[in-house]
């Protein structure tokens, strides 16, 4: 939601790392998202959900 932080972001990518193999970790100001095996990751935003592109680009670190 509006009042995310990076640590609620972490936390809920990081809930599912042991179905997709991805792990959330603080980089500077940002998220890295690493796969195990090395594989490329993507996000994805469901803007039904209630978040936009440009919240989860904030919430990320992509956007200053």
Do not use: F, W
């Amino acid at each position: 939601g509006a009042n995310s932080t990076r640590d609620d972001v972490l936390n809920v990518i990081n809930q599912s790392k042991g179905q997709t193999g991805v792990v959330a970790t603080a980089y500077g100001d940002g998220v890295r998202l690493t796969a195990a095996d090395g594989r490329n990751v993507s996000i994805g935003v469901d803007a039904t959900a209630g978040v936009s592109a440009d919240d989860a680009a904030t919430a990320l670190g992509l956007k200053g």
